[in-house]
Nanobody, 115 residues
Framework: QVHIVESGGGLVQPGGSLKLSCAAS????????MSWYRQAPGKERELVAT???????NYANSVKGRFTISRDNAKNTVYLQMDSLKPEDTAVYYC?????????WGQGTQVTVSS
């Protein structure tokens, strides 16, 4: 049975940092590209960052230079380090595992950037 659980969200002031974690089980983690998406109220879900099986990374333009995605295959975990947070980063952040026809999602973790 597949489980994907995000953690690390919360309330942070503008300019602050948070580190999200996504723990996965029930599938061969190292064989999947892992991504973080986010969805703000009234907006569509958008891709934030991806780390491939080969550990190549790519980012949305809005977070380049501020967010860093990484993975630890030994722990079946993917991380999102978020620095220099802005109010517009406020959203529910979702972890995604993708391997062609197999796609899994977590339940999300809320990130709120506000003073």
């Amino acid at each position: 049975q597949v489980h994907i659980v995000e953690s690390g969200g919360g309330l942070v002031q503008p300019g602050g940092s948070l580190k999200l974690s996504c723990a996965a089980s029930g599938f061969t983690f190292s064989s999947y590209a892992m991504s973080w998406y986010r969805q703000a109220p009234g907006k569509e879900r958008e891709l934030v960052a991806t780390v491939t099986r080969a550990r190549a990374t790519n980012y949305a333009n809005s977070v380049k230079g501020r967010f860093t995605i990484s993975r630890d295959n030994a722990k079946n975990t993917v991380y999102l380090q978020m620095d220099s947070l802005k109010p517009e980063d406020t959203a529910v952040y979702y972890c995604n595992a993708d391997r062609a026809f197999w796609v899994y999602w977590g339940q999300g973790t809320q990130v709120t950037v506000s003073s």
